[in-house]
Nanobody
C-alpha cells in the first residue's frame, strides 16, 4: 500500500512564501508522476501542478503560473511545491498524489493520495 505524507502547510501572510513537501512510499519513485491538488472551503478539488518522471516536464494551472514551482527529489521519494507571492485565494487544503500514467491534470490520472496539509493565507 502506497502512503503519502504531506508537510509544510501553515499560516502565511499574503505575499509570503511556503514550501510544501510530500514523501511517498513508492517502490520506484522515479517511475511515477506526481501532482499537487487543492481544495478550498466549499469548492471542488482542483489541479495545481504536476511533474513528469525524472522531472523532465512540469505543468501548472494558470492561476499559479509564475508563483508556484513543483520539483522532485527521486533519491528522497519526495515532491515539493514552492509557493511564492501567495494570495488569500490560495487558501486551501493541499494534496499530493501519485500517478502511473505519462502525465496528469485530472484527479482520475492519480491512484494514491495524501491526507492533505492546510495552507491559510491572511490578507
Amino acid at each position: 500500500q502506497v502512503q503519502l505524507v504531506e508537510s509544510g502547510g501553515g499560516l502565511v501572510q499574503a505575499g509570503g512564501s511556503l514550501r510544501l513537501s510530500c514523501v511517498a512510499s513508492v517502490r520506484t519513485f522515479s517511475n511515477v508522476i506526481m501532482g499537487w491538488f487543492r481544495q478550498a472551503p466549499g469548492k471542488e478539488r482542483e489541479f495545481v501542478a504536476t511533474i513528469y518522471r525524472g522531472g523532465t516536464s512540469t505543468y501548472y494551472t494558470d492561476s499559479v503560473k509564475g508563483r508556484f514551482t513543483i520539483s522532485r527529489n527521486d533519491a528522497k521519494n519526495t515532491v515539493y511545491l514552492q509557493m511564492n507571492s501567495v494570495q488569500p485565494e490560495d487558501t486551501a487544503v493541499y494534496y499530493c498524489a501519485v500517478g502511473y500514467g505519462l502525465y496528469g491534470t485530472k484527479q482520475s490520472d492519480y491512484t494514491y493520495w495524501g491526507q492533505g496539509t492546510q495552507v491559510t493565507v491572511s490578507s
